[in-house]
């Protein structure tokens, strides 16, 4: 079993930075890869970023390409979002996720097996 743990959202302004922590507990040794998803009020759930084990693999969605940085530590078992000139678009519950291994592939929730509770962030414009 993995649990998952975000923390670090709330409401900022547009233009603003806001870092997003993501804690794993468990067997978080068996963890390949892991990612991070964010859903919007009446959206679908949209992938964000994505990391694998090395941390040398990092996939990012178009929207959010240059603007935001995903990176993990290892040792404190803790993945990060650094988020950078937020905008109002970027408003949702941003979920992370961890894949045991398989086939990984970044953009697809289904890659993932164990999800967080998701934490809010708010971005006024």
């Known amino acids: 079993q993995v649990q998952l743990v975000e923390s670090g959202g709330g409401l900022v302004q547009a233009g603003d930075s806001l870092r997003l922590s993501c804690a794993v507990s468990g067997r978080a040794v068996s963890i390949y890869a892991m990612g991070w998803f964010r859903q919007a009020p009446g959206k679908e759930r949209e992938f964000v970023s994505g990391i694998n084990r090395s941390g040398r693999n990092t996939v990012y969605a178009d929207s959010v390409k240059g603007r935001f940085a995903i990176s993990r530590d290892d040792i404190e078992n803790i993945l990060y979002l650094q988020m950078r000139s937020l905008s109002p678009e970027d408003t949702a519950v941003y979920y992370c996720?961890?894949?045991?291994?398989?086939?990984?592939?970044?953009?697809?929730?289904?890659?993932?097996?164990?999800w967080g509770q998701g934490t809010q962030v708010t971005v006024s414009s």
């Open positions: 996720a961890a894949d045991l291994g398989g086939e990984w592939t970044p953009s697809i929730s289904q890659s993932y097996d164990y």
